[in-house]
């Protein structure tokens, strides 16, 4: 993808046959990623780019403030979060099924003796994933009925740059593991807004005003979203 540069403002351009340019600002460093129409041309996208530089580095700023978690190493005493809360992890080490319970403000990760960190974190991965997967079978039934639309299908993935996703063709939607570790107020928000777009592709007036109807606090649940602490990088919604 070729690099642009806008003054200050380096960027990736990528034209597509789309109506309509799409100016993005990506995880984890504020990277800017434009797609534009094949016909548009160059001057016509420095004009939009330059249009919203003020916008573009907000965005980059509010990526900058936005607290991280450290790396983690997978060690009885760190801290780690399900479900928005903070809890500290329990490392015991003994012969038998790797399994993790959650009690007393701890994350109890029962490993066999010198497993490896990637494998602890892999435990706790798929213990993070089923608890999410449980939790959204409980809530789809209820949403669709509620927004009078149907999935084909939904799972759950490791993604980068976005709480979650659908496609509106197949009727699928990917949610961000990370959202295990969030209040289930933000897990029920993206599990919305994503059977919006079923309705309503772009983030439109139409779209706004779906999620108005259905969700009347979801600003307030996606900032609450955007504003806790990250593990891996940064996703806004």
């Given at each position: 993808?070729?690099?642009?540069?806008?003054?200050?403002l380096?960027?990736?351009?990528?034209?597509?046959?789309?109506?309509?340019?799409?100016?993005?600002v990506?995880?984890?460093?504020?990277?800017?990623?434009?797609?534009?129409?094949?016909?548009?041309?160059?001057?016509a996208?420095r004009?939009?780019?330059?249009s919203?530089?003020?916008?573009?580095?907000?965005?980059?700023?509010?990526?900058?403030?936005?607290?991280?978690?450290?790396?983690?190493?997978?060690?009885?005493?760190?801290c780690h979060?399900f479900?928005?809360?903070?809890?500290?992890?329990?490392?015991?080490?003994?012969?038998g099924?790797?399994?993790?319970?959650?009690?007393?403000g701890?994350?109890?990760?029962f490993?066999?003796?010198?497993?490896?960190?990637?494998?602890?974190?892999?435990?706790?991965a798929?213990?993070y994933?089923?608890r999410?997967?449980a939790?959204?079978e409980?809530?789809?039934?209820?949403?669709?009925?509620?927004?009078?639309?149907?999935?084909?299908?939904?799972?759950?993935?490791k993604?980068?740059?976005?709480?979650g996703?659908?496609?509106?063709?197949?009727k699928r939607?990917w949610?961000?593991?990370?959202l295990?570790?969030?209040?289930?107020?933000?897990?029920?928000y993206i599990?919305?807004?994503e059977?919006?777009?079923?309705l309503e592709?772009?983030?439109?007036?139409?779209?706004?005003?779906?999620?108005?109807?259905?969700?009347?606090?979801?600003?307030?649940?996606r900032d609450?979203?955007n504003?806790?602490?990250?593990?891996?990088g940064?996703?806004?919604?």
């Open positions: 993808m070729p690099q642009v540069q806008i003054g200050s380096s960027l990736q351009l990528n034209r597509k046959a789309i109506k309509n340019l799409h100016i993005s990506l995880p984890p460093d504020g990277r800017i990623r434009v797609a534009a129409p094949e016909q548009m041309t160059d001057t996208i004009m939009a780019v330059i919203r530089i003020p916008w573009i580095k907000k965005q980059q700023r509010d990526f900058a403030a936005q607290p991280r978690q450290s790396d983690r190493e997978m060690v009885s005493g760190e979060y479900w928005g809360k903070r809890h500290r992890l329990n490392l015991v080490e003994r012969v099924r790797h399994e993790v319970k959650v009690s007393g701890k994350i109890h990760l490993v066999n003796p010198g497993t490896s960190v990637e494998n602890r974190a892999l435990v706790l798929e213990f994933r089923a999410l997967k939790q959204v409980k809530l789809i039934p209820e949403w669709q009925q509620r927004v009078a639309v149907e999935l084909a299908d939904w799972s759950v993935k993604m980068k740059t976005k709480w996703s659908c496609n509106v063709g197949a939607i949610f961000n593991l990370e295990a570790k969030k209040p289930p107020e933000c897990l029920e599990l919305v807004h059977l919006i777009h079923l592709r772009k983030h439109n007036e139409r779209f706004r005003a779906h999620m108005d109807k259905f969700m009347p606090n979801w600003r307030e649940r609450l979203l504003t806790l602490p990250l593990a891996f940064t996703w806004t919604y």
